[in-house]
């Protein structure tokens, strides 16, 4: 849900990977629809990984639910970049915060300037 939202909020549109679907529907729909970012449940991780050496699109596999299982590498031939949805968590929190101080310098540098 909260990919979902992300999606829809840069007017982005998604396009769902069912957990039923196989590798062949996987990479099939991976390619026509030419994805960049794939968001996905720890549970069907092994199907994106048999497909994604020949989904060369797809450069951001975002990963939730691993608990503390080890994020996998990505499978050989692919250029794709496996993070979990905690990391980028993590990195947008603190681009928000990079953001909230470049404002206040950049506010309180104007007011003083004044």
């Given at each position: 849900?909260?990919?979902?939202?992300?999606?829809?909020?840069?007017?982005?549109?998604?396009?769902?990977?069912?957990?039923?679907?196989?590798?062949?529907?996987?990479?099939?729909?991976?390619?026509?629809?030419?994805?960049?970012?794939?968001?996905?449940?720890?549970?069907?991780?092994?199907?994106?990984?048999?497909?994604?050496?020949?989904?060369?699109?797809?450069?951001?596999?975002?990963?939730?639910?691993?608990?503390?299982?080890?994020?996998?590498?990505?499978?050989?031939?692919?250029?794709?970049?496996?993070?979990?949805?905690?990391?980028?968590?993590l990195i947008a929190g603190l681009?928000?915060?990079?953001?909230?101080?470049?404002?206040?310098?950049?506010?309180?540098?104007?007011?003083?300037?004044?």
């Amino acid at each position: 849900m909260l990919v979902d939202s992300a999606i829809h909020a840069y007017s982005m549109v998604s396009v769902p990977l069912y957990d039923t679907l196989g590798p062949e529907a996987v990479e099939y729909i991976c390619n026509h629809a030419e994805l960049a970012a794939v968001g996905c449940s720890a549970a069907v991780l092994p199907t994106l990984l048999q497909c994604l050496g020949r989904c060369p699109s797809v450069k951001l596999l975002v990963v939730w639910g691993l608990g503390a299982a080890r994020l996998p590498e990505a499978p050989a031939g692919s250029e794709c970049r496996l993070v979990t949805l905690d990391q980028v968590e993590l990195i947008a929190g603190l681009f928000a915060m990079a953001i909230v101080w470049l404002c206040c310098w950049c506010c309180c540098s104007a007011w003083g300037a004044g």
